[in-house]
């Protein structure tokens, strides 16, 4: 669960990065790796809006949508009836720091948050993966396709809808 709501505090001001962009759309797979090289692929679409907004929509292997509006964290789990909520106050300060990633090359960039060191391959201005070692030392890599910059989204893609017979978890 960690993984998740690092994952998701991570990438909701990832877009940051890129002092022009407003907003940020496309699909991704997550590849997780860990110490004895057994892998899992994660797959979905992913919307993000300045200033801390994003909305995470997994379909494969299970289905999980997690938003972030400004503070809250909701993660929606449909296959076992549970949403988790957490207020996750002022510790989304990633913006700042994805605006201060340092430059190795022209498609390179390394940058800092809170235990993780983020390695950043980028065209251009466009993001093309992510890459870092989670709290557990798996090696995570985000590769995005389809990208969309700067097209309007609407601010109701980052509002949950919560199915009302779906067990409530408060973090």
């Known amino acids: 669960m960690k993984k998740t709501?690092?994952?998701?505090?991570?990438?909701?001001?990832?877009?940051?990065f890129a002092d022009n962009l407003n907003t940020f759309s496309a699909h991704f797979v997550q590849t997780v790796v860990d110490d004895k090289n057994t892998t899992i692929k994660y797959s979905g679409d992913i919307k993000a809006k300045r200033p801390n907004m994003a909305m995470w929509n997994y379909v494969e292997p299970v289905k999980k949508e997690i938003y972030i509006n400004n503070e809250d964290l909701v993660i929606i789990e449909p296959e076992i009836e549970q949403?988790?909520?957490?207020?996750?106050?002022?510790t989304i300060a990633f913006f700042e720091m994805l605006k201060n990633a340092k430059k190795i090359d022209n498609e390179h960039y390394?940058?800092?948050?809170e235990n993780m060191k983020l390695h950043i391959n980028v065209k251009g201005t466009q993001?093309?993966?992510?890459t870092y070692l989670d709290e557990l030392e798996n090696r995570v890599t985000i590769t995005f396709?389809?990208?969309?910059?700067?097209?309007?989204?609407d601010d109701s893609n980052f509002k949950a809808n919560?199915?009302?017979?779906?067990?409530l978890i408060y973090q």
Not at 110 to 113: F, P
Not at 145 to 153: C, G, L, T, Y
Not at 162 to 167: G, K, N, Y
């Open 127 to 130: 993001i093309l993966s992510i």
């Open 83 to 90: 949403v988790i909520l957490k207020k996750v106050g002022s």
């Open 5 to 16: 709501i690092a994952l998701s505090l991570l990438c909701a001001n990832l877009f940051g």
């Open 162 to 167: 919560i199915p009302l017979d779906f067990d």
């Open 110 to 113: 390394v940058a800092h948050y």
């Open 145 to 153: 396709s389809n990208q969309m910059e700067n097209k309007e989204i």
